[in-house]
């Protein structure tokens, strides 16, 4: 797979290069989340690879659970035992033997109740009908490993659902991390975000495969996600929406592409303690570019030339928000999105460090890169992502918060 010249456009939606992306106008832009209370949007969870991403079970285990409870002869939590012939605590429609779903509402009836109120009907998109308690998913809290990489995913304390996604991927010699968050003003952003993780760690590693450089693979996977999340909609009134981010991590240098406000941060030496969760501070520095775009650091624009690499020292951000004032998106991944500027960017380490890709839950608390760097100095990744969702939690854990730490070691001198 290779990468266009141009932009890539969806039906509604397309990735290009900077210099052919269009400004939406204000009223087209996106907020960035919306206020928590009376949310009641059901919670469907990640979907994820098999050991790459991290979400919901596979649907698979939905049944596998079934199974088990009918060979035992246990009943579910609604009272109702399979096939014992009873009606639906939904519907009251007849339940015949052998069912594990009511034919006349979708019920479930391996387990469905509510975790407040006992034997409750639970509808099929996870609230209980006569508390409206949304019931605990999966995807509220998840965890990943892969190839020395990890990242934690929560839901944080505020919502009702967990809108970010995460994938990792580790193979060929390369660590594949991306993060995206849904855009709570959308209709079923945890949908959205799923979709653009999945496919985009999916497709970078195609795209690798096929012998396409990082930058290349980076805006062709950038491409494909946004694809797959305008896919999701049915016109820009139904149009799932979120952000993105993806760090390639090879073993010389580091690709960056993102469209949103997720951040990808590169973390060095971290002399400094971790700062007092709450405290405010200020962005971290970008590395110079070598051209005068407003992008961020990037590699092969339009104009034709070619800087190479932004070497990177100290910690840095290494990616630029796109909003237009905090909290309002000027670029997302929607049906709805128009055309999509695809920023890439290629920084060369001249040491060992971490790559943290996150979403505005955790950099709405810890903004600046040197305040990120302590975290990582000591734990393993895994620890150190637990470390920073605990931190954004303390700090009043007011978004979805989620974390990759990818490790980057030079090669030998």
């Known amino acids: 797979m290779t990468a266009p010249d ?28 919306t206020p928590e209370a009376g949310e009641s949007t059901p919670d469907t969870g990640d979907v994820p690879d098999a050991g790459d991403t991290a979400g919901t079970p596979e649907a698979g285990d939905t049944a596998d659970a079934a199974d088990a409870a009918d060979a035992s002869g246990a009943s579910d939590a609604s009272g109702v035992e399979a096939g014992a012939g009873e009606a639906c605590p939904r519907c009251g429609s007849s339940v015949h033997p052998g069912e594990f779903f009511c034919e006349g509402c979708g019920q479930p009836l391996d387990g469905a109740g509510c975790v407040r109120c006992g034997p409750a ?38 919502h009702s659902r967990n ?21 709570s003003s959308s209709p079923r952003p945890e949908t ?10 999916t497709v970078l590693l195609e795209a690798l495969r096929s012998g396409a450089d990082p930058v290349t693979a980076t805006r062709t996977a950038l491409a494909g996600a946004a694809t797959a999340v305008a896919a999701l909609g049915s016109s820009v009134d139904d149009a799932p929406a979120c952000t993105y981010v993806s760090a390639l991590v ?11 406000d997720s951040r990808a941060y590169w973390l060095g030496a971290a002399p400094t303690p971790p700062p007092v969760p709450g405290t405010d501070s200020d962005t971290g520095p970008m590395p110079v570019p070598d051209s005068d775009s407003d992008t961020g ?16 020292r100290g910690p840095a951000l290494l990616t630029e928000d796109d909003v237009v004032s905090p909290g309002l998106l000027s670029a997302w991944l929607g049906v709805d999105a128009g055309r999509i500027t695809a920023h890439v960017g290629e920084f060369a380490p001249e040491g060992p460090g971490v790559v943290l890709v996150c979403s505005d839950g955790l950099w709405g608390y810890l903004e600046e890169a040197a305040d990120l760097a302590p975290f990582t100095a000591r734990d393993t990744p895994l620890e150190a992502a637990r470390a920073l969702v605990r931190h954004a939690l303390a700090a009043g854990g007011r978004d979805n918060v989620t974390v990759l730490v990818i490790p980057f070691h030079p090669p030998p001198v």
């Open 6 to 33: 141009d932009a890539v456009a969806t039906p509604e939606a397309g990735v290009g290069e900077p210099d052919d992306a269009v400004t939406l106008p204000v009223a087209a832009r996106r907020p960035a989340a």
């Open 192 to 201: 959205a975000s799923s979709a653009a993780a999945r496919t985009g760690a």
């Open 163 to 183: 809108e970010d996604a995460m994938a990792l991927v580790a193979a060929d010699g390369v660590t594949i991390g991306v993060v995206c968050d849904g855009v």
């Open 297 to 312: 650091p990037m590699l092969s624009p339009v104009s034709g030339s070619d800087p190479g690499p932004v070497p990177l």
């Open 250 to 260: 090879g073993t010389d240098r580091v690709t960056i592409g993102w469209a949103g």
């Open 121 to 158: 009907p639970v509808d099929p998109e996870g609230y209980c009908e006569l508390c409206g308690l949304r019931q605990p998913s999966e995807s509220d809290h998840a965890e990943t490993e892969a190839g020395g990489a990890a990242g934690v995913s929560d839901r944080g304390l505020r």
